[in-house]
């Protein structure tokens, strides 16, 4: 019933930027929060971000004071400005949404990523 679409990744060089997007779609009553992950060769996938629907937001030590997560309700997505990349950023990004489609039913969705890579 709802599915979450990314996109904005690509090839950038260290220092650069990239704004990724996540787009939710489907039956929608509300969202509940919408988070950010990503996933490295030979790593395990790892919280980058959050932000909820009072936009509380936190991030992984790793991208503070770098990264930047903010939503727009009235287009069911969430954007993740990515500054000053580095190598170690490179992975395949994930937006994951807890959407509400019911007065009690929520649904964990994923988008299928998008890849960023950071190289010079």
């Known amino acids: 019933q709802v599915q979450v679409v990314e996109s904005g990744g690509g090839l950038v060089q260290p220092g650069g930027s990239l704004r990724l997007s996540c787009a939710a779609s489907?039956?929608?009553?509300?969202?509940?929060?919408m988070d950010w992950y990503r996933q490295a060769p030979g790593k395990q996938r790892e919280l980058v971000a959050t932000i909820t629907n009072d936009d509380s937001t936190n991030y992984a030590d790793s991208v503070k004071g770098r990264f930047t997560i903010s939503r727009d309700n009235a287009k069911n997505a969430v954007y993740l400005e990515m500054n000053s990349l580095e190598p170690e950023d490179t992975a395949v990004y994930y937006c994951n949404a807890l959407i509400r489609i019911s007065t009690t039913i929520f649904r964990n969705t994923w988008g299928q990523g998008t890849q960023v890579t950071v190289s010079s």
């Open positions: 489907g039956n929608i009553f509300s969202i509940y929060s």
